[in-house]
């Protein structure tokens, strides 16, 4: 069978998806048989990195070809980890480039790095993003009215024991979620952990992270609210009076991010600045390339030795707590 | 002149030493005109790896021939590095080692990592020692009673914006002091600043360390008061309430640690388990080596690629805050 996005399919087929989900390609549907590299091209920490996802020698796109793989039994998802924990650099999937790499995020032609916020090192999780699913950038929430969604993959914050490295998948047990509200756009976080963690077997639901971590989910609000202070902007929002959304309403958001991915991925949504839509494994869309990417001219730019991280960015800074 | 511990001195030299303060040679006694470089022996993050301090190719000790220069004037003194800020290796000067090199602490055979204290990411300063001073495990403390120290160099918290390297010697502004109980024994812990960070500049005294990094000195109370807990020890405790000692108080710790490492020095102190006083730069002293250290001997083991750190070390510990 050749899956497809949730909304192009039959009621039957929808029904018959509620378990096994979009997969765009069953080959590559199970976490345990993914082979996806990843492949650096240029100067990490420069404007001229990039890292693609390849599989069989093939560059495959981490935002529409890696499978999202959400099983609603086991409430488990494939995550693409963009930002190892303790780590200041802004790496993020290039939803604007063809191929979908991951790339260090640029401001004023200079690459991002996030503030070091007392006491805090870098990012407190691993940070990255679920696969197949699009936060709607023209569409308002229901609840919450005039807020709109970052035009980005719902970010996903890993708080298992090991340090996950950027570009890597992992098979992640979901937990719950916070509604952040950053420059004025939604901006879910959800919680999950690597099934793989010794943790994974302690926590079924956000409840036990507040148990068995405690101070995590605390800090985690805090440092969301906080991190952008640094750079002179004021403190973030959330919506929903910042509490925690558990797994259950945390799986719906996710199956609605996955089905507004669908709607941009079948050329449904129209607008500028949206994403690319070029894939290599869902068939019959439009953004679908008969031949896959041209990995010759994608991969054409040798990796070389990492740029310095500028030694201000080990500075720690320091705001009021309240 | 030749320098030697203020306790062998007449009053009139203590006098003349009130601002100049011990200074096992003159030559070495600006920092500016320290040409210290450390020397890496073996394998870092195993047992056999060692730091040395060497100048002009011939090993000196951290301990003992790197000098304090105190200066009660500009109120600075010279740090060594044990501890880069955000790293967990557990190094420190190695007290019973002829030489004194920087050394991974073992415990049962095993190198010892500080496990992460969520949300911390290891030490959350660069953390080191002074020179030439040694807090006295054999006198009570005249105000605390029946508390003793530990046995060790006074030990130091560096807050400035830049990771300092293991081994590095830094010319530090001091701020205060907090006296942790670690284990039953007095372990002070001083709060100083890099002269050429540009907090160095904004900071005068204790008080402005909770006014321009606030928080800083709370959660360094915290860290110290739990660090240990994630190994299954109770939590630290402070004398003095856990009230930060201002500058000038602190100033006096230093000298009577100064001081009391002169009597180690002069061989006045005796003892079982006390740290070698071989030493390469105070001359009319017990420990003093006419020829210095022998640095063939000492730097006969090549350095080796790092062993790996264990992923283990990576993982974050949670415990009840109040």
Redesign the interface.
């Known amino acids: 069978m050749t899956c497809q996005p949730q909304s192009l399919l039959s009621a039957r087929s929808r029904l018959s998806l509620t378990q096994q989900h979009i997969c765009p390609n069953r080959l590559i549907s199970s976490s345990s048989s993914l082979k996806i590299e990843s492949r650096d091209q240029g100067t990490k920490f420069t404007g001229d990195y990039k890292k693609y996802a390849v599989r069989d020698n093939q560059v495959m796109s981490y935002f529409h070809d890696v499978p999202l793989d959400l099983d609603l039994e086991s409430k488990t998802a494939n995550m693409i980890v963009e930002i190892p ?2 780590t200041n650099a802004k790496f993020e999937i290039d939803t604007k480039a063809v191929g979908n790499p991951i790339v260090q995020d640029t401001k004023k032609g200079q690459v991002r790095f996030v503030k070091n916020l ?4 870098g990012y ?1 999780h691993n940070y990255g993003a679920f696969p197949q699913t699009w936060e709607d950038p023209n569409t308002a929430h229901e609840e919450l009215g005039d807020i709109f969604g970052d035009n980005d993959p719902l970010d996903v914050c890993e708080i298992g ?3 996950i490295q950027t570009g890597e998948v992992k098979k992640v047990k979901i937990l719950g979620s916070i509604a952040l509200i950053d420059d004025g756009e939604l901006d879910w976080k959800v919680i999950v952990v690597d099934v793989h963690d010794p943790l994974s077997n302690e926590v079924l639901d956000i409840h036990d992270v507040f148990v ?5 989910l605390e ?1 985690t609000r805090q440092w969301f609210r906080d991190y952008k202070k640094p750079d002179g902007k004021p403190a973030n929002k959330f919506a929903f009076n910042g509490a925690y959304k558990n797994q259950e309403e945390t799986l719906a958001i996710i199956q609605e991010c996955n089905r507004v991915w669908g709607k941009l991925i079948s050329g449904e949504v129209k607008g500028d600045g949206l994403p690319v839509i070029e894939n290599s494994t869902i068939s019959q869309l439009p953004g679908f390339l008969d031949s896959g990417f041209n990995t010759a001219k994608l991969l054409n730019n040798p990796v070389q030795p990492d740029a310095p991280i500028p ?2 960015i ?3 800074y ?4 309240d």
Chains 1, 2 share one sequence.
């Open positions: 924990r303790w007392f006491p805090h090192h407190i024991s090991n340090i068995k971590c405690p101070g995590l800090t030694s201000e080990h500075k720690p320091f705001c009021t707590t």
